[in-house]
């Protein structure tokens, strides 16, 4: 039996094509036969019904009679004599209805078919690996099974889907492995970690490890039954923001970071007492560079190694869920890293990423951005996202630098970006895809919430696809977020002239479902913490945070807050440190903490300061133009329930000023963040204060209320 000698040194050379054409058992003119590439064997044996050895045709390429029957290969050298199933006997895995709905770029359980996975396949163990190169010229699978060898295990192509695969019998998980392609030119690219990974080494390790999904038996039944009502758009939601790697360390053990399962007792443990009806957590998608906090992600489907494996975070978003707390993951679909081993020139040409710099080059972040108008791109994100929400239960995606996807010329000056094809700046391209997955999002899983982080004025970002809006359920409101820490920064004696700083966002608060958000972004790179961002003396400046957050629990929207926020941490927010715990043994950083506490609890109880964060029935002004005294008062309602009227006085001057109220009677003070109990001076209304019929400020009622310095105080109708 011959083969011809150019095919054997392009088998050997790793070069050829289409190598499952000439490798393992096949039927020829000349007789059925086997074919079997072993780089390292000296000699090489079928061994079946009858034991026959291979001829050598080249160096490590053998050949021979095969009777037809099953078979496995004996390789010898001068070092060893080993057995083992020839990958190339063994037929696809993929099926047709697989294949194209990969080249239609609509299949929704992507995850299911690409990637590695463990299985059971012609009666033989072993895992299949599948990956999407339609420009590679040659791809196989390389790790320490082969000695990464490119030449072992190279892959079957599937058709024109782009599709390569190949089934190793005997593999097991928790192997580590790569992608070594020929690329369109011929050349050898660097070797690349799977897209469609659910694992990966230890970073600064780069391979992808061979993880099992459904290893965690849920118990999250309830969570999930009762997930809709629990994060709809009149719910109480009230966000804590977390990053894994800082929240806590553990310093006797060289300062690691937590691990999943530690998280889920201490972090879910603390959350839940505080209050908080969520844990957002940024990003732990697989990613190369601790200091890209996770934003610069290269494997989108695993979880980071960092606190644990792929169960171990699932036992932890369950642990969640059992507390009834929901868990958000921040999503980054706007943009990838350079990294040679990521996704960049995946098969030697731009493949995720657009060609020309204009349109696939982030300048901010020297990132690369996806081509979203690629159908099997699109695809690949699109199954990201319910990947997550399916496969680990999540109860949300925020989703990174929307604005930056909407917006061709985005941070360009003209002429360095490219119009779409109607000559705007608008990127149709991304808007369709984020539609497309906010429509998959919400269709597969009802009453998950997906959140845009989004800064400009584009219309209708919470508006329903089939009415023209881009389908998110909120939307970060960065104008908010500028304006009140703007105004909160400004001496007291000033903000009698920017009044209008805190009263703007009641003018657009309901064109959106609105988070109200305090980030990670907002206590890094020089801004300063929450507390560091206050003017005045240390007590001024514990009394104009306290009433920060008062009045943002107050305002209509949902609530969040970056770690370490809720004790005032003074100093700013670093990855490569726990927070500063030592502070709650001072009793300001206490008081802080129980104003918190405490607010969480009367947002969740009282329907009045929830029910119409994105109704405007639920909110009204009272007094929003006393610039002279920085005085605010509004009030927040819900149908047939008790209002609470939000008084703010934002100077270090004590008042006693007449406010108008609803109705006439006896207004029990709910909240005073001047109270003792949160490290104020303890100075109030002594439980309530009592209306009458005196028009004051628009309303038939009013009652002279003493408002401390710096404070916010909240009234609802009712005897104390």
Same mark, same amino acid.
């Given at each position: 039996m011959t083969i011809d000698r150019q095919v054997a040194e392009a088998l050997v050379a790793g070069r050829h094509e289409d190598p499952f054409a000439v490798l393992g058992p096949h039927r020829t003119d000349q007789g059925d036969r086997i074919v079997a590439l072993v780089p390292d064997a000296e000699r090489l044996w079928a061994v079946g019904a009858e034991t026959v050895e291979l001829s050598p045709v080249v160096p490590g390429l053998f050949c021979g009679p095969w009777d037809g029957g099953p078979y496995r290969l004996r390789a010898e050298n001068v070092l060893a004599t080993w057995d083992f199933d020839d990958p190339y006997a063994f037929g696809p895995v993929l099926g047709a209805i697989d294949e194209y709905l990969i080249g239609e770029g609509t299949h929704r359980r992507l995850w299911e078919v690409l990637g590695a996975h463990a299985i059971t396949h012609e009666g033989r163990r072993g895992v299949h690996f599948a990956v999407w190169a339609p420009s590679a010229k040659r791809v196989s699978v390389v790790g320490g099974f082969n000695n990464w060898d490119g030449r072992r295990h190279q892959m079957r192509r599937r058709g024109m889907t782009g599709v390569w695969e190949i089934f190793i019998p005997a593999l097991m998980p928790g192997e580590a492995y790569r992608y070594e392609i020929l690329g369109a030119e011929g050349r050898l690219e660097p070797l690349k970690a799977d897209p469609v990974g659910f694992g990966a080494e230890h970073p600064p390790a780069k391979a992808s490890v061979v993880r099992e999904l459904d290893l965690h038996p849920w118990g999250d039944a309830a969570w999930l039954a009762k997930r809709d009502k629990a994060q709809a758009v009149r719910a109480p939601v009230s966000v804590y923001e977390v990053h894994l790697g800082s929240w806590r360390r553990v310093a006797g053990e060289g300062n690691r970071p937590l691990s999943y399962h530690e998280l889920a007792s201490r972090l879910v443990d603390y959350v839940a007492d505080l209050g908080f009806t969520h844990i957002e957590i940024l990003p732990i998608t697989e990613h190369p560079f601790d200091g890209s906090w996770g934003y610069q992600p290269i494997g989108l489907y695993a979880p980071t190694i960092r606190h644990g494996r792929p169960e171990e975070f699932a036992e932890f978003v369950d642990a969640a869920h059992r507390r009834g707390l929901g868990v958000i993951l921040d999503w980054v679909p706007g943009h990838f890293p350079t990294d040679d081993h990521g996704l960049r020139r995946f098969d030697g040409t731009a493949l995720y990423e657009h060609a020309d710099p204009r349109e696939g080059f982030h300048q901010d972040w020297n990132t690369l951005i996806y081509n979203y108008g690629r159908r099997e791109v699109a695809n690949y994100l699109e199954a990201n996202a319910l990947f997550w929400l399916d496969q680990y239960h999540l109860d949300g995606l925020r989703v990174d630098a929307v604005a930056s996807m909407l917006f061709r010329d985005y941070s360009r000056p003209a002429g360095e970006w490219v119009p779409n094809a109607e000559g705007g700046r608008e990127n149709l391209e991304a808007i369709a895809f984020l539609q497309s997955t906010n429509r998959l999002a919400y269709g597969e899983k009802p009453g998950i919430m997906m959140i845009a982080e989004e800064s400009t004025t584009y219309p209708g970002v919470t508006r329903p696809v089939d009415k023209g809006g881009l389908g998110f359920g909120f939307k970060w409101n960065m104008g908010w977020m500028n304006d009140w820490l703007r105004y909160f920064a400004r001496e007291p004696i000033h903000r009698r002239w920017h009044h209008n700083e805190l009263t703007f966002a009641s003018s657009y608060i309901y064109s959106e479902n609105f988070f109200l958000p305090i980030s990670h972004d907002e206590v890094v790179h020089g801004k300063a913490s929450m507390i560091g961002k206050m003017p005045g003396s240390d007590v001024e400046k514990?009394?104009?945070?306290?009433?920060?957050?008062?009045?943002?629990?107050?305002?209509?929207?949902?609530?969040?807050?970056?770690?370490?926020?809720?004790?005032?941490?003074?100093?700013?927010?670093?990855?490569?440190?726990?927070?500063?715990?030592?502070?709650?043994?001072?009793? %300001?950083?206490?008081?802080?903490?129980?104003?918190?506490?405490?607010?969480?609890?009367?947002?969740?109880?009282?329907?009045?300061?929830?029910?119409?964060?994105?109704?405007?029935?639920?909110?009204?002004?009272?007094?929003?133009?006393?610039?002279?005294?920085?005085?605010?008062?509004?009030?927040?309602?819900?149908?047939?329930?008790?209002?609470?009227?939000?008084?703010?006085?934002?100077? %270090?001057?004590?008042?006693?000023?007449?406010?108008?109220?609803?109705?006439?009677?006896?207004?029990?003070?709910?909240?005073?963040?001047?109270?003792?109990?949160?490290?104020?001076?303890?100075?109030?209304?002594?439980?309530?204060?009592?209306?009458?019929?005196?028009?004051?400020?628009?309303?038939?009622?009013?009652?002279?209320?003493?408002? %401390?310095?710096?404070?916010?105080?909240?009234?609802?109708?009712?005897?104390?």
């Amino acid at each position: 039996m011959t083969i011809d000698r150019q095919v054997a040194e392009a088998l050997v050379a790793g070069r050829h094509e289409d190598p499952f054409a000439v490798l393992g058992p096949h039927r020829t003119d000349q007789g059925d036969r086997i074919v079997a590439l072993v780089p390292d064997a000296e000699r090489l044996w079928a061994v079946g019904a009858e034991t026959v050895e291979l001829s050598p045709v080249v160096p490590g390429l053998f050949c021979g009679p095969w009777d037809g029957g099953p078979y496995r290969l004996r390789a010898e050298n001068v070092l060893a004599t080993w057995d083992f199933d020839d990958p190339y006997a063994f037929g696809p895995v993929l099926g047709a209805i697989d294949e194209y709905l990969i080249g239609e770029g609509t299949h929704r359980r992507l995850w299911e078919v690409l990637g590695a996975h463990a299985i059971t396949h012609e009666g033989r163990r072993g895992v299949h690996f599948a990956v999407w190169a339609p420009s590679a010229k040659r791809v196989s699978v390389v790790g320490g099974f082969n000695n990464w060898d490119g030449r072992r295990h190279q892959m079957r192509r599937r058709g024109m889907t782009g599709v390569w695969e190949i089934f190793i019998p005997a593999l097991m998980p928790g192997e580590a492995y790569r992608y070594e392609i020929l690329g369109a030119e011929g050349r050898l690219e660097p070797l690349k970690a799977d897209p469609v990974g659910f694992g990966a080494e230890h970073p600064p390790a780069k391979a992808s490890v061979v993880r099992e999904l459904d290893l965690h038996p849920w118990g999250d039944a309830a969570w999930l039954a009762k997930r809709d009502k629990a994060q709809a758009v009149r719910a109480p939601v009230s966000v804590y923001e977390v990053h894994l790697g800082s929240w806590r360390r553990v310093a006797g053990e060289g300062n690691r970071p937590l691990s999943y399962h530690e998280l889920a007792s201490r972090l879910v443990d603390y959350v839940a007492d505080l209050g908080f009806t969520h844990i957002e957590i940024l990003p732990i998608t697989e990613h190369p560079f601790d200091g890209s906090w996770g934003y610069q992600p290269i494997g989108l489907y695993a979880p980071t190694i960092r606190h644990g494996r792929p169960e171990e975070f699932a036992e932890f978003v369950d642990a969640a869920h059992r507390r009834g707390l929901g868990v958000i993951l921040d999503w980054v679909p706007g943009h990838f890293p350079t990294d040679d081993h990521g996704l960049r020139r995946f098969d030697g040409t731009a493949l995720y990423e657009h060609a020309d710099p204009r349109e696939g080059f982030h300048q901010d972040w020297n990132t690369l951005i996806y081509n979203y108008g690629r159908r099997e791109v699109a695809n690949y994100l699109e199954a990201n996202a319910l990947f997550w929400l399916d496969q680990y239960h999540l109860d949300g995606l925020r989703v990174d630098a929307v604005a930056s996807m909407l917006f061709r010329d985005y941070s360009r000056p003209a002429g360095e970006w490219v119009p779409n094809a109607e000559g705007g700046r608008e990127n149709l391209e991304a808007i369709a895809f984020l539609q497309s997955t906010n429509r998959l999002a919400y269709g597969e899983k009802p009453g998950i919430m997906m959140i845009a982080e989004e800064s400009t004025t584009y219309p209708g970002v919470t508006r329903p696809v089939d009415k023209g809006g881009l389908g998110f359920g909120f939307k970060w409101n960065m104008g908010w977020m500028n304006d009140w820490l703007r105004y909160f920064a400004r001496e007291p004696i000033h903000r009698r002239w920017h009044h209008n700083e805190l009263t703007f966002a009641s003018s657009y608060i309901y064109s959106e479902n609105f988070f109200l958000p305090i980030s990670h972004d907002e206590v890094v790179h020089g801004k300063a913490s929450m507390i560091g961002k206050m003017p005045g003396s240390d007590v001024e400046k514990f009394a104009n945070l306290r009433a920060f957050y008062a009045l943002q629990w107050g305002h209509p929207g949902k609530k969040l807050l970056f770690m370490g926020q809720e004790f005032a941490q003074w100093r700013e927010w670093s990855h490569e440190r726990e927070l500063d715990w030592n502070l709650l043994d001072y009793v %300001p950083h206490q008081g802080v903490m129980r104003l918190i506490r405490d607010l969480n609890r009367l947002y969740r109880e009282t329907p009045a300061l929830h029910w119409g964060d994105a109704d405007p029935e639920g909110f009204s002004w009272i007094e929003a133009d006393d610039a002279e005294h920085s005085v605010y008062v509004f009030a927040r309602r819900a149908p047939d329930l008790p209002p609470v009227v939000v008084v703010a006085n934002l100077t %270090p001057v004590e008042r006693i000023l007449r406010i108008g109220l609803p109705q006439d009677g006896v207004w029990r003070e709910v909240l005073n963040t001047d109270s003792a109990w949160y490290g104020g001076g303890n100075r109030g209304n002594l439980g309530g204060i009592t209306a009458m019929r005196e028009p004051t400020s628009r309303c038939d009622f009013s009652a002279e209320a003493y408002l %401390p310095p710096l404070s916010v105080v909240m009234f609802t109708p009712g005897a104390a």
